[in-house]
Structures are given as C-alpha cells and as structure tokens.
C-alpha cells in the first residue's frame, strides 16, 4: 500500500494516478478481509476500487490527462498531514490491543448481543441482528449519504451537459 501512496503522489499523469488509486482500494480490501470485517471489504472494494475508479476515468475523459505544477510550496501540506497523522496516532494509544480478551468491548457489549438480541430482535443471526436492528440508523444514514452523492453526481453531470449543448453552434435547417 506505501508503494502505491508513493506512486500516487509522485505521478503526474492523472490515469496512472487513477489505477494507482484503484490498487490502493484492492489492498485495503483486502486487509479488511485479513481483519474479517468482509461487510467493509465489499464495500470498499465496490466504492473505492469499482465506483470511484469508473467517475474518475469519466472524468479524465472531460479534462487533460496531465497534472498542472502546483503552485504552492509542497512542505506546507507535508506538515499539515504530519501533525494530522500524529494527532491520529495519539488518540489511539489508549486503545486495547486488536483481540485482547480483556478489552470492554469484550465483557459488556458482545455479551449483550449474543445473549439477548435473537430474543430482542427476532432475528436468529447474530450479524443480521447487529446490522439490520441494532445498527439500523447508522445504516441508514449511510444509504442516505449515498443517495445524496449519487444525486449530486447525476445534477453535475445534468449541469455539465447543458453548457455543452449551449455551447455548440446551432445547426442551420437547409
């Protein structure tokens, strides 16, 4: 995956950065898959590798296929995502080790749900359970965010079609 981030920022052909980007999606997915989070894993390799790669080819296809020299100086953004990254790593420092029996998780949340939600749910599949009745909102929400870029995505290419068909010479009836 660090070669492939290393590729992206370094390329300044925008379809080897397209494809960089679609690699990087696989690899992630597949880490996911390592880590059994297979529902995340589908989802990143649909958006992030399927969805995401196909509106950036589209839109390669409406610009030049090569990356303007930035203007700016470079070691600013540098800083900027080295100070986020540590801010990041900071905050997990507290954080049980992946797998440890003695995580809270552990002894008060998965308890709960293997226990009582067939009962409470009505749903004999624990991971049904979890996904379709204790995470329903969130669940929504993200079909609702979804839905809001799909649309977003349909309106600007809807805009981007009609200055185009403004912009062509109207054709003279003989």
Do not use: C
């Not at 597949?30 to 790669?53: K, M, P």
């Amino acid at each position: 995956m660090a070669v492939a981030v290393i590729g992206i920022v370094r390329a300044r052909n925008l379809f080897v950065v397209i494809m960089l980007t679609g690699i990087y999606s696989l690899l992630a997915a597949t880490i996911f898959v390592v880590l059994d989070a297979v529902d995340v894993a589908f989802t990143e390799a649909a958006v992030g590798a399927g969805i995401s790669t196909v509106l950036f080819l589209g839109t390669l296809a409406l610009t030049t296929s090569e990356e303007k020299k930035p203007v700016h100086n470079a070691w600013i953004s540098l800083a900027v995502v080295a100070v986020t990254g540590a801010v990041l790593i900071y905050g997990t420092l507290d954080m049980p080790r992946y797998g440890d029996p003695a995580a809270p998780a552990n002894h008060h949340v998965i308890p709960e749900y293997l226990e009582a939600g067939p009962e409470k749910t009505g749903v004999p599949n624990v991971v049904t359970a979890v996904l379709a009745s204790y995470r329903g909102y969130d669940t929504l929400g993200e079909v609702t965010v979804i839905f809001t870029a799909g649309i977003g995505v349909v309106l600007l290419l809807g805009q981007w079609r009609a200055h185009r068909r403004r912009d062509e010479p109207a054709e003279e009836e003989a």
